[in-house]
Each structure stands twice: as C-alpha cells, then as structure tokens.
C-alpha cells in the first residue's frame, strides 16, 4: 500500500510545472528535508525513455531525458559535490579534460566558470549522447567546448563499447553487461592526443567511464606527470576491488607522483578541508560505497 501511494505521488508531480515546485522546495527548505524531498519527487522510472524536459541550471541551458539518472538529478537540480568541485577549479584552469564527457552537464559548466579564453576537451564516444552533448553546446553557444567523439583509453585501438542501464552507463568494460546495443568505438590515448595535437598544459583532467578510469591514466602518464592537473576520477568498489592488473599499475602509478588525494564527500565541499585517502586501499575493497575522488 506504502509503495502504491508513493508511486501515485510521483505520478502526480510528474507535471513540467509540479517538478520545478519540487526543485525550489529541495533548494529552499533546510538540508535535514532534502532526503524526502528527493524520495518523493519523480523517479527515473516514472518517465519514459523519450520524455524530454528542458531546464535552466547554472546559467544554462539544458534538454534532459530524466529517464537517465544523472540526467534526472541535474533535472532537478539536486545537490552534486563533484560539480561543486570541478567548477571551482575549473574558473583557475586555462586547458581542461572531461573524459566520459555524458550530455555535457560537467563539460559546459567548467567551460562557463573558466571563462571564454579557456578550451575544454570534452570526449564522449556514445554517438546518441554525443548528439545530446552537441546539442547542448550548440543552444549554450559554448564555443570554448572542443567535442571528441571518441574514448580515451590505454593505447589506440578499435573496442566495444557495452550498453548499460542508460546513457550515463555504457563502458567500454563489460562486467556482465550484454552485447545487445554495444557499439563499436575508437579508442586513443590523452598522451598521443597532447602531443600531435597541441592541446596545451592540462590543468583539470575529469574521468569517469563506469570503470575504465584505470586505462585511461595509463594512457595519460605522460601528461599527468609532466603537467600535474587537478585529477578527478570515480573510484568505485564494484569495480576496483577485485583483481585487476591494470588498476593496481595505474593507481602504484598514480599514488607514486607528487598527489595528496581527497575524497569527495562533504555536502559543503571546500577543496583543502577533504579528507585525505588511501588511494591503493581501493584495490582491495576497502571503500564501502561508490564516490568520486580528486587529487
């Protein structure tokens, strides 16, 4: 009875001008309500593939299908640390990277805060999120952004790109995902872009690929350790605790450089008040939950 009623209430707000009833009620009201505020807004399941809602967040424009779960959270525009992170670098940074680029929420929004005279290098190899992203460069007019669609990886080679649950879920590691809507991608390398295409010294390099951040540093070696960007990376248990070559080179690798690494948790995010981690101790399954690291 208890899970009928609540779906009858999302059913009920799940109306363009109730939603943005339910986006001021959770910016507004005391923190101690956002739980249910998030609870009885509509969920991801409550739309349908196709429902498409448009926004302004952050100054942008923005044409969400909130089916996507990142996308429904920038929907309603619920509380994103990372965000708060990135942006807060990125108006210091001239060069940034945004690996895993999605529709380009974290994209545009660091290109908006570092300025018009700053490039980002967005990458997002799923050609039908690739169109989205596009297209919400093209109605911000964000002509700071440089669109690559494509993956970055750890050498160059042709891979499968497997369908997740949504579009912020395809990766390029299977982990039980199904062949069904996998799509055949190109794969490169940071370092091998950096040099034959003179994209400049990396100040803020963004990674997050539904587990194959670990290939995408070794394939940035050179780049990180000669520009020492800011790094944020999701570091996620399902994922890196477990035996697995690649990640325990690339985070030996990564814990070896002159890093101090923070995880981002606060929901009042102040960079140099994180707490500091444990970077290896993630191959050994030692983070209970998933989170989003920086260095």
Not at 153 to 159: F, I, L, P, V, W
Request: charged share 25%.
């Amino acid at each position: 009875m208890k899970k009928q009623l609540v779906n009858l209430i999302h059913e009920g707000l799940k109306r363009p001008a109730l939603e943005v009833l339910v986006s001021e009620a959770y910016r507004r009201l005391p923190r101690r309500a956002r739980p249910y505020i998030r609870k009885l807004a509509p969920q991801p399941f409550s739309y349908a593939a196709d429902e498409l809602r448009t926004t302004r967040r952050g100054g942008l424009k923005w044409e969400l299908y909130p089916r996507a779960h990142f996308q429904w959270l920038q929907y309603f525009g619920f509380e994103d640390p990372v965000l708060d992170v990135l942006v807060t670098v990125a108006a210091r940074s001239s060069t940034i990277v945004d690996v895993g680029a999605n529709v380009g929420f974290y994209s545009l929004s660091m290109a908006r805060a570092a300025g018009r005279r700053a490039k980002v290098h967005a990458f997002e190899p799923n050609q039908d999120t690739f169109a989205l992203l596009a297209r919400h460069r093209e109605i911000n007019r964000a002509n700071n952004v440089e669109l690559h669609c494509f993956a970055l990886g750890a050498k160059s080679e042709d891979r499968v790109l497997y369908a997740g649950r949504d579009s912020g879920k395809f990766s390029l590691e299977p982990d039980g995902r199904s062949l069904e809507g996998a799509k055949d991608v190109k794969v490169a390398t940071l370092d091998a872009l950096c040099r034959e295409r003179s994209l400049g010294t990396v100040d803020l390099l963004k990674i997050d690929v539904e587990g194959h951040e670990p290939a995408v540093i070794i394939g940035a070696r050179e780049t990180i350790h000669r520009d020492a960007p800011f790094l944020c990376f999701e570091l996620t248990p399902a994922w890196y605790g477990k035996d697995d070559p690649l990640a325990e080179e690339a985070f030996a690798w990564l814990a070896a450089q002159p890093f101090v690494f923070f995880g981002i948790a606060s929901p009042e995010v102040n960079v140099p008040r994180l707490v500091p981690i444990d970077l290896l101790g993630a191959l050994s399954g030692r983070y209970g939950s998933s989170s989003s690291r920086c260095s």
